[in-house]
């Protein structure tokens, strides 16, 4: 890193702020924009996505004409500072939403991209900056919003708050895995730190990997039976579902997700 300070004249180091709109400007059109307050002018932003590290997601409320509108700070960490702001209830923040919440390690740069939709609308797709592979997920127009900006927060809020590290310790890649598969099983982190006390560790990198797979699969199936009654179905189920795959090359996590989707849709089905 160049820790070397250019002196002299400067813009000040304020964040890049990007509005999300299908418009058009000089028979040119554009999905996102820069707004100068003081000259009370759109300036038309001509590239449709922005590589970077998510750092932040807030809900902010500004006023307008009199009533205060809510809206979605999307804050990226890129060459600049830029904070993507879009209504909370746009198709972009929806589907922003939806695809981020599929993502379990924002230690990884994504692109965000803006894609227009019919008339006026304009949607979010989000991709994996490394594979260019997107990152997707249904739509689905009644999902808890509010969980969803809950969780990703949560996900942002670092490695200490997840399996009790110290902020200086740089992450394990065991501490990785148990911090990303307990925030998608949402499975409580009292029961994390009693299992690891139980095995005289503070941290599951102090652990051998077969213990770390234990704790994985107590998760796992902790969280199946809300959904199988029988302890021997949802193992094997588990097994087939997630070990098996994951033992064939496939992501762990993708692998865990997918087969609560199944499990989920299972029991709707029955329902």
């Known amino acids: 890193m160049n820790n070397e300070i250019k002196l002299g004249l400067c813009n000040p180091p304020e964040p890049i702020y990007l509005y999300v709109k299908n418009g058009e400007s000089s028979g040119e059109s554009y999905l996102w924009y820069h707004y100068d307050i003081e000259k009370d002018k759109t300036?038309?932003?001509?590239?449709?996505?922005?590589?970077?590290?998510?750092?932040?997601?807030?809900?902010?409320?500004?006023?307008?004409?009199?009533?205060d509108n809510m809206k979605l700070d999307i804050v990226v960490a890129a060459d600049e500072v830029y904070i993507i702001r879009t209504g909370i209830e746009t198709n972009f923040a929806k589907t922003f939403l939806l695809s981020a919440s599929q993502v379990y390690d924002f230690s990884k740069p994504l692109i965000i991209a803006a894609t227009a939709g019919d008339e006026n609308v304009v949607f979010c797709r989000?991709?994996?900056?490394?594979?260019?592979?997107?990152?997707?997920?249904?739509?689905?127009?009644?999902?808890?919003?509010a969980s969803l900006i809950?969780?990703?927060?949560?996900?942002?809020?670092?490695?200490?708050?997840?399996?009790?590290?110290?902020p200086e310790q740089p992450p394990h890649p065991q501490d990785l895995r148990v911090k990303y598969i307990r925030t998608l099983l949402d499975y409580p982190l009292d029961l994390?730190?009693?299992?690891?006390?139980?095995?005289?560790?503070?941290?599951?990198?102090?652990?051998?990997?077969?213990?770390?797979?234990?704790?994985?699969?107590?998760?796992?199936?902790?969280?199946?039976?809300?959904?199988?009654?029988?302890?021997?179905?949802?193992?094997?189920?588990?097994?087939?579902?997630?070990?098996?795959?994951?033992?064939?090359?496939?992501?762990?996590?993708?692998?865990?997700?997918?087969?609560?989707?199944?499990?989920?849709?299972?029991?709707?089905?029955?329902?």
Request: with cysteine; net charge negative.
């Open 150 to 166: 809950a969780d990703i927060q949560s996900r942002l809020g670092g490695i200490s708050s997840s399996v009790g590290l110290s």
């Open 43 to 67: 300036i038309p932003v001509q590239q449709k996505g922005l590589t970077g590290y998510l750092s932040e997601l807030r809900v902010t409320a500004k006023e307008f004409k009199g009533k």
């Open 192 to 271: 994390v730190k009693e299992y690891l006390q139980f095995q005289d560790a503070t941290s599951p990198s102090q652990l051998p990997v077969s213990k770390v797979d234990a704790l994985v699969k107590n998760m796992c199936l902790a969280w199946a039976a809300n959904y199988i009654e029988n302890p021997n179905q949802a193992e094997t189920s588990y097994q087939q579902q997630v070990v098996n795959l994951v033992t064939d090359g496939d992501d762990e996590l993708t692998a865990i997700n997918q087969w609560m989707q199944q499990l989920q849709a299972a029991q709707t089905g029955s329902a």
């Open 126 to 145: 989000l991709y994996d900056a490394a594979t260019k592979v997107r990152i997707r997920r249904e739509w689905n127009p009644s999902a808890d919003w």
